[in-house]
């Protein structure tokens, strides 16, 4: 399993404002885009889509930018894989869009996988925007 880069992107570039978060009213995608290296345009695309997820805020204009839409402990990796990639589905079983296996209707597997969904999506819900900002710990 493998996620897409702009999921990845979309951690960064979250975790960048989460250490914002409490310090200043609104970040534009300008500052963020500097800071995490990433290209505007890509900064850009990530807001309208995060916005629309409702893990962030927008506003456009004289003031304007954008700020997370909740704390940061009360956002996960699961809400951000999900606003991105969409539900998490490992295989077309368990995905409520077109089903084209040869074996739906057979296989013993099948009825499975939504366990091994929840225990990936409950994995990725465990790890908060809070955690993935604050700077690691050296061992």
């Known amino acids: 399993m493998r996620l897409s880069a702009q999921t990845d992107y979309a951690v960064v570039m979250l975790s960048a ?4 978060c409490g310090i200043s009213g609104r970040l534009n995608a300008t500052v ?35 700020r997370l839409a909740r704390p940061p402990a009360t956002i996960t990796l699961a809400d951000i894989v999900e606003a991105i990639e969409g539900p998490i589905a490992l295989t077309q079983c368990v995905d409520t869009g077109k089903r084209d296996c040869c074996i739906d ?14 225990a990936v999506r409950g994995a990725l819900a465990g790890v908060t925007l809070a955690s993935l900002s604050r700077t690691p710990e050296l061992a």
């Open 32 to 66: 963020l885009a500097d800071e995490t290296g990433l290209p505007l345009p890509t900064v850009q695309k990530l807001v309208s889509r995060l916005a629309s997820a409702g893990l962030i805020e927008s506003a456009r204009g004289t003031g304007g930018g954008f």
């Open 105 to 118: 209707q057979t296989c013993r597997v099948k009825p499975h996988w939504n366990h091994v969904n929840g």
């Open 17 to 20: 404002a989460a250490r914002h």
